[in-house]
């Protein structure tokens, strides 16, 4: 069960929470969400919040709405969501980390070695 803390908006956990189901494959192209009213009932919130966090994702490509039905997964959440992960991975995570390397003095070929040891610890 999600749980909401101070750090951002409600809409944003709920958006984020939605999203990381995506990736980790608990929600599958075609899947469908909670309702507003049952993310209101099961989180004690406004209706219009969940309904902003369905907007975000909806403006993304990431959810559709099928009227008088409820909020859908796209068949290309997945691969927008993995694209868009991979671009911050390498841009806020690997590139940093390699910077580090260097400015420790790792060579560039001990940071491939290094980092095929770790590949293999996996």
């Known amino acids: 069960m999600l749980t909401f803390d101070s750090s951002s908006p409600?809409?944003?956990q709920i958006a984020d929470?939605?999203?990381r189901r995506i990736v980790s494959?608990?929600?599958k192209p075609g899947d469908q969400l909670m309702s507003t009213t049952q993310y209101a009932?099961?989180?004690r919130i406004n209706p219009a919040t969940a309904n902003k966090a369905f907007?975000?994702?909806t403006a993304e490509g990431l959810v559709y709405k099928q009227r008088g039905i409820g909020m859908f997964v796209t068949d290309e959440a997945p691969t927008i969501l993995r694209a868009a992960g991979r671009e911050t991975y390498r841009a806020e995570l690997l590139a940093p980390a390699v910077r580090a390397g260097l400015a420790?003095?790792?060579t560039p070929k001990e940071i491939v070695t290094l980092t095929?040891?770790?590949l293999?610890?996996?």
């Open 120 to 122: 293999e610890e996996q």
């Open 116 to 118: 095929q040891k770790i």
């Open 104 to 106: 420790y003095g790792f």
């Open 55 to 57: 907007a975000a994702l």
């Open 10 to 12: 409600i809409y944003v």
């Open 41 to 43: 009932t099961t989180y």
């Open 17 to 19: 929470d939605i999203r």
């Open 25 to 27: 494959g608990e929600l």
